[in-house]
């Protein structure tokens, strides 16, 4: 800044006639060597910099090599190296540290009830009207979604009492669900108010805690209390919602997750659609802090997060429709914010809430049918990845590992791993959150 402060000074058309030429020419060559060795000074401290990231990495990559190994203290230890590998050099014997590995194999087992103490998102507000129904399934059970008279939602077993009949075949009468077998009706609190042709009895079918916060119904599911706050959801400032789509997938709701936070699959699978004609990094990494579930990927101008319990969200920083450009999301003009909602609905079946926002083309939401346009995108995005998962799904259940060798740039979707064992086995305080 000095410099510059100087080169002005030099060009002030108010000194030129007290300096000749030459004077001028001088002074403005010296001030160019001196910029020339600001700017080498410069590159310095940014490669000193960069030294410093890498080792704050690799330290990093121990710390999670730590926690991998507790995690698997009752896994096979490896086999010892053989005589001909313990006379290597201290380099390579340093680089044969036991490897990373999650053991994610076999049959899905049932969801342990700790996963269920959360609050999840299970529909959109706007999917919701006064006289409809909404009939999910969450962890193995079957429930259904409506609006009582107040218009506030309510979340009851989607079985009536009376003969076990889905509700959801039904019909919403002034707040209340009807069987359409004998015409049992029940609020949102699952208490039976209505009992055509017969005397009325107490009766009471199973609810949830259900509650309505920025357009989106939650549930808990879970035999604990559940907590005052439920995590936003809502896109960053200065974006708009242009689609809200609901799918129902075949695939255990983790392994969805496993696909969501990796990106370095992208230039290969989605060769069709977003990647199209993407180049293959010669390096993909993660940044993030060594204490967190969210961070920014390098190279790709996306940052990217896994909210508790079956959330990811993401910024996706766009020069223009369709491309990528900048180094990072805050470089980028225009932007694209996805949620995905991964709610195990059983243990080979997910319910996916997917909404796309954007901080530009505000009229595209005023384009007729633009929602099916999204859809169809969307499905095309996500059928690039079924196939693979659903691949993985069956290998899984006959016992393959699908975390066998974890590489660095899968470092989101380990962590997401480690925090839900560590849900499942009631620890004090979840590995990457804060303490409270």
């Known amino acids: 800044m000095l410099l510059h402060e100087k080169v002005v000074e030099v060009l002030n058309p108010l000194a030129r006639e007290y300096k000749s ?4 020419k001088k002074e403005l060559a010296e001030l160019q060597e001196e910029l020339g060795q600001a700017h ?3 590159h310095i401290s940014e490669a000193r910099i960069a030294t410093a990231l890498d080792k704050l990495a ?9 926690l991998l190994q507790d995690r698997n203290s009752t896994a096979p230890e490896q086999t010892s190296p053989s005589p001909s590998t313990s006379t290597q050099s201290p380099k390579v014997v340093q680089r044969s540290l036991p490897r990373k590995s999650l053991n994610v194999s076999g049959p899905v087992q049932p969801y342990h009830p700790r996963l269920m103490n959360f609050w ?4 959109f507000s706007a999917d919701l009207k006064d006289d409809t129904m909404i009939p999910i399934d969450c962890f193995e059970e079957q429930w259904v979604i409506f609006r009582g008279k107040d218009g506030k939602p309510g979340c009851v077993r989607n079985t009536c009492a009376h003969r076990a009949c889905p509700l959801h075949l039904g019909s919403v009468n002034e707040g209340r669900i009807q069987c359409p ?6 609020s949102t609190d699952g208490k039976c108010e209505k009992m055509p042709s017969t005397r009325l009895l107490d009766v009471k079918i199973k609810s949830l805690p259900c509650f309505e916060q920025e357009g989106m119904i939650w549930i808990w599911p879970g035999n604990d209390p559940p907590t005052a706050t439920i995590p936003s959801l809502e896109p960053p400032p200065g974006f708009q919602v242009h689609a809200e789509i609901v799918m129902e997938l075949p695939v255990e709701h983790g392994l969805l997750l496993d696909n969501l936070l990796d990106l370095a699959h992208a230039p290969f699978t989605h060769t069709s659609t977003f990647a199209k004609g993407w180049s293959v990094p010669s390096l993909v990494k993660f940044l993030t802090p060594a204490s967190g579930l969210q961070g920014y990927w390098d190279p790709y101008p996306i940052d990217m997060e896994f909210r ?7 910024t996706i920083g766009i020069s223009k429709p369709g ?3 900048g180094q990072s999301t805050k470089q980028c003009p225009t932007h694209l914010h996805q949620l995905h909602v991964c709610l195990p609905s059983s243990r080979q079946k997910t319910r996916l809430l997917y909404r796309m926002s954007l901080d530009f083309a505000p009229l595209l939401k005023h384009i007729p049918f633009m929602q099916y346009l999204w859809r169809h995108f969307a499905e095309q995005v996500l059928n690039e990845d079924l196939r693979l998962v659903l691949g993985q799904q069956e290998r899984m259940i006959n016992g393959a590992n699908i975390w066998n060798w974890p590489v660095s740039y899968d470092k989101l979707g380990v962590r997401y791993r480690l925090w839900r064992g560590a849900v499942e086995q009631g ?3 979840l590995p990457f959150d804060k303490p409270v």
Not at 308 to 314: A, G, H, K
């Open 181 to 186: 077998y004998h015409g049992w009706e029940y």
């Open 40 to 42: 080498k000074q410069v």
């Open 308 to 314: 508790p319990p079956c959330m990811v969200l993401s």
């Open 427 to 429: 620890a004090k305080q």
């Open 120 to 123: 999840y998102p299970v529909a």
């Open 58 to 66: 690799y330290m990093e990559e121990l710390v999670n090599d730590r």
């Open 323 to 325: 491309k990528l450009g």
């Open 21 to 24: 030429i030459g004077t001028m």
